[in-house]
């Protein structure tokens, strides 16, 4: 069934979604996004998914043509005119049309959409045996240069990671920093777990500010398990007792070898079980209702 898009405040059909070829955010990769799940009715995280997208466009002097509370209802909205209960939801706004060249104050009015689509699930076996995963050579972009922290359309650092690790036939790609530390994955955060207690890399090593790393953290806590923001090198990763990743579309799932190293016994270990069992119970009873 076609889906209807919301396209600049209003609801229109799939084949009627379109934007220019003069958009910067297809130009240029000029623009921001989220991922955002709905679970059971219910929008998981709402408040801090619009958080991040306004705080990304502040960063790059965007400015989104809608008000927070607006663009929330948008969202909601778009689901509504879908009929969806349980979805992946993607926002993005871009600079808008402007010349041929990059210059941003030649965009008068940004773009913005929202999508909600059923969500495609990660494979079972993900989840019940654990990932496979190898460090690549490219390196998570500088602070300095892009941050990661902002969710921008220029995902090419990842991509490029990600196909590094579609030759290597793994399905996520490890990054590090360009110091040699530990960043993130292609699109999850990473844990260890070394003697009962956790450890995910700071915002400050150069990864974007996950919110399931942030549920993570707070499921851990409630469960009075030690966690630790360092920064690590990959001999905290070969030397884990268990290692996992986390992010909206692949939830928490666990690692069980690094670079052919297995973690520990080769599998999912037992904190990572005990969490993703807890993360499946809390997006089915929190979050924004939709209807
Ligand atoms: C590079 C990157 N890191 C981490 C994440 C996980 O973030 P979140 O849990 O907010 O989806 C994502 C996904 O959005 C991502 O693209």
Same mark, same amino acid.
């Given at each position: *069934?076609?889906?209807?898009? +919301? +396209? ?31 679970? #059971? ?29 607006? *663009? ?6 778009? +689901? ?30 940004? $773009? ?23 460090? =690549? ?32 036939? =793994? ?7 360009? #110091?040699?530390? =530990? ?20 915002? #400050?090593?150069?990864? +974007? ?5 942030? $549920? ?29 990743? #986390? ?45």
């Amino acid at each position: *069934m076609a889906l209807k898009i +919301l +396209l600049n405040g209003k609801l229109v059909g799939e084949k009627d979604a379109k934007i220019s070829v003069f958009d910067h955010g297809l130009l240029y990769g000029d623009g921001v996004f989220e991922g955002i799940r709905a679970y #059971s009715g219910k929008v998981f995280k709402l408040k801090e998914h619009i958080d991040r997208l306004y705080d990304s466009a502040r960063y790059i002097m965007l400015k989104i043509p809608v008000s927070k509370r607006k *663009m929330s209802e948008d969202i909601l909205k778009t +689901l509504r005119a879908n009929s969806l209960k349980d979805a992946y939801i993607r926002v993005v706004v871009t600079r808008g049309v402007g010349d041929l060249g990059l210059d941003p104050i030649k965009c008068p009015q940004a $773009t913005y959409f929202v999508i909600a689509d059923r969500i495609a699930l990660y494979p079972r076996e993900f989840y019940e045996k654990g990932l496979k995963i190898c460090t =690549v050579s490219t390196r998570r972009n500088l602070p300095e240069a892009l941050n990661p922290r902002v969710k921008s359309l220029n995902y090419l650092n990842n991509i490029l990671a990600k196909i590094e690790g579609n030759i290597r036939g =793994v399905p996520e790609a490890l990054m590090l920093n360009n #110091s040699g530390f =530990v960043a993130e994955c292609t699109g999850d955060n990473v844990f260890i777990v070394k003697n009962g207690e956790i450890r995910t890399p700071p915002a #400050s090593v150069g990864v +974007l500010e996950g919110i399931t790393q942030a $549920t993570v953290i707070e499921l851990a806590k409630k469960f009075r398990i030690k966690v630790r923001r360092e920064i690590f090198t990959r001999y905290c990763l070969f030397t884990a007792d268990e290692c996992f990743l #986390s992010g909206t579309a692949a939830e928490i799932v666990p690692v069980i070898e690094v670079d052919n190293r297995k973690i520990a016994d080769g599998r999912p270990g037992s904190i990572t079980k005990k969490l993703m069992l807890e993360f499946r119970k809390v997006v089915k009873r929190s979050g924004t209702s939709i209807y």
